[in-house]
Every structure is written in structure tokens, then in C-alpha cells.
């Protein structure tokens, strides 16, 4: 089932914190696309998880500001870098819950 930011939503969310949630779960669906599911899951039960999905959203803030400006091109490499880190992690934890979800 494709997602729709609509749907989601967890106990005691209010606006501000569902405000928050999206501004790096779309990022991450479209990072993602095969994984829609076991990201959701994650995001739900997993506050490591969810911890880096908010590293890896300011991190990709950072990255379209200096893209996007004229700023230290060693700076902008940094953050490239840490964005490539941050996405391994993510992948790190999706392919081990895929793996334990195909156990079960």
C-alpha cells in the first residue's frame, strides 16, 4: 500500500510533533520506495530509528542550503558526506528489520 501522511499517526501526535514526523518521512519514502512498509514500521517502534530519520532531515536541510548558495565547497562536501552516512544507517536498519520480518 503507498502512503499517504494522512494515515499515520500515533498516539498522543499533536500538530506540531505530526508537523516534525513529515518533514522526514516523505524524504525518506522517496529515499526508500521498496521499503515504504518496513520504514513505517520502524518509525513507529524504533526511536533509534527515528532519531537518525530526524539527523538525516536536517542533514538534508543543510545539504539544499548550500547547494543552493555560495558557500564553502568543502563545507557542502561534508554534509554530501554525512547525508551518504546517514543513509547507510537508515538502509542498515530497514535491510535488519526486513531480514527479521522474513524470519517470523
Same mark, same amino acid.
Given at each position: 500500500?503507498?502512503y499517504h501522511?494522512?494515515?499515520?499517526?500515533?498516539p498522543?501526535?499533536?500538530?506540531?510533533?505530526?508537523?516534525?514526523?513529515y518533514?522526514?518521512l516523505?524524504r525518506l519514502?522517496?529515499?526508500?520506495p521498496?521499503d515504504?512498509?518496513?520504514? &513505517?514500521?520502524l518509525?513507529?517502534? *524504533? !526511536?533509534?530509528? /527515528?532519531?537518525?530519520c530526524e539527523?538525516?532531515?536536517?542533514?538534508? +536541510?543543510?545539504v539544499?542550503? &548550500?547547494?543552493?548558495?555560495?558557500? *564553502? !565547497?568543502?563545507? /557542502?562536501?561534508?554534509?554530501?558526506?554525512?547525508q551518504?552516512?546517514? +543513509?547507510?544507517?537508515?538502509?542498515?536498519?530497514?535491510?535488519?528489520?526486513?531480514?527479521?520480518g522474513?524470519n517470523?
Open positions: 500500500m503507498p501522511k494522512d494515515i499515520i499517526t500515533t498522543g501526535d499533536d500538530a506540531p510533533n505530526q508537523s516534525q514526523k518533514r522526514y516523505e519514502l522517496e529515499t526508500f521498496t515504504q512498509a518496513v520504514v &513505517l514500521r518509525i513507529e517502534s *524504533d !526511536a533509534t530509528f /527515528r532519531e537518525i539527523e538525516y532531515a536536517a542533514c538534508n +536541510e543543510a539544499e542550503r &548550500l547547494v543552493h548558495g555560495s558557500f *564553502d !565547497a568543502d563545507m /557542502r562536501k561534508e554534509y554530501l558526506a554525512l551518504l552516512e546517514l +543513509e547507510g544507517e537508515l538502509l542498515r536498519h530497514i535491510l535488519e528489520h526486513r531480514s527479521k522474513s517470523r
